[in-house]
């Protein structure tokens, strides 16, 4: 079973600071990850995604996240926080393999403070 | 190419009503997932139908229920709608088994509201 566990609810910065979200992932094989924002009353829009390529996945917006295997760890940062990216993000997880059901951690709304 | 359309965006029913949401996922996609968002629960899966079958269910009561047609359009209903049923509902369209590199692209909802 796959699951995905992000840690911190609400997590302040301030503008022009690092941002850095955690996302700790379980799967009995290989996954697939992603990382989607959603701003007030719209869907989720896709970050980025790691499908076992790079271990360091750039996406829009000047986000990346790196996978660590050995931390089953899939942390969504960005070197310098705009008040555009205040949102909430969520980290997924997908089995890679033939059938894809996506596993949708409880998010991390991120504030960024003038 | 067009992405997933919910409709629709907005809804406003009384408790004891039904209700009935539709979304048309992207074009060639055949997977099409439902999820209930609430300030409180979060993003709740509720089900996912792939070639018009129902292949997965979250845990809701039966007065949430859901169908595809051969289009791959989908519909999800709800019957005697509670207070509780307020919350924003997400479609997601995925491309399907054997697609790799496939996540899951979202529509922007429809935000039912029970009074």
């Known amino acids: 079973a796959q699951s995905v566990t992000q840690l911190g609810s609400h997590v302040s910065v301030s503008e022009g600071a690092l941002v850095l979200l955690r996302c700790n992932y379980s799967s009995s094989v290989p996954p697939y990850l992603f990382w989607y924002v959603q701003y007030p009353n719209q869907g989720l829009q896709l970050l980025l995604k790691y499908t076992s390529a790079a271990t360091l996945v750039k996406g829009i917006n000047g986000f990346e996240a790196e996978f660590k295997k050995s931390e089953t760890s899939f942390h969504l940062t960005k070197p310098s926080a705009h008040m555009s990216d205040a949102a909430e993000y969520f980290c997924?997880?997908?089995?890679?393999?033939?059938?894809?059901?996506?596993?949708f951690g409880t998010g991390t709304k991120l504030q960024v403070i003038p | 190419k067009a992405g997933v359309t919910q409709t629709p965006r907005y809804l406003i029913k009384t408790r004891g009503q039904q209700v009935t949401l539709s979304c048309s996922p992207i074009?060639?996609?055949?997977?099409v997932s439902w999820y209930q968002q609430t300030p409180g629960q979060g993003l709740q899966f509720l089900f996912e139908y792939f070639s018009e079958t129902q292949r997965n269910k979250g845990n809701f009561p039966g007065r949430f229920s859901g169908r595809q047609f051969s289009n791959s359009r989908s519909e999800m209903n709800v019957s005697t709608l509670e207070l509780g049923d307020s919350a924003l509902y997400l479609c997601a369209s995925l491309g399907g088994p054997g697609v790799r590199n496939t996540e899951a692209f979202f529509g922007q909802g429809t935000r039912l509201t029970v009074v």
């Open positions: 997924a997880v997908s089995e890679s393999g033939g059938y894809q059901k996506v596993t």
């Open positions: 074009s060639g996609h055949r997977s």
